[in-house]
């Protein structure tokens, strides 16, 4: 992940399914198309969660990846 600067942190550390991909979605709408969202989550759900959000939503997932007691993502903005 040190190779991708993110633009904007969502901290969705303690949050229960489906908080942090609600979050994600409000957060992502503040953000220009390119922009890249880093998302920290600590709800196992989010591991199939935020990927099938980004896939929806036409944004893309750069990276996933856990790290102790929680998950990564990296997801950069698709066109409107």
């Not at 969660?49 to 997932?61: K, M, R, S, V």
């Amino acid at each position: 992940m040190a190779d991708i600067k993110e633009d904007r942190l969502l901290d969705a550390s303690g949050l229960s399914c489906p908080m942090p991909v609600v979050k994600a979605a409000k957060e992502m709408k503040s953000l220009q198309p390119g922009q890249v969202l880093k998302i920290v989550a600590t709800d196992r759900g989010s591991l199939a969660d935020i990927p099938a959000w980004a896939e929806d939503t036409g944004n893309e997932l750069l990276e996933s990846k856990t790290e102790g007691s929680s998950y990564l993502f990296l997801v950069r903005k698709g066109a409107p």
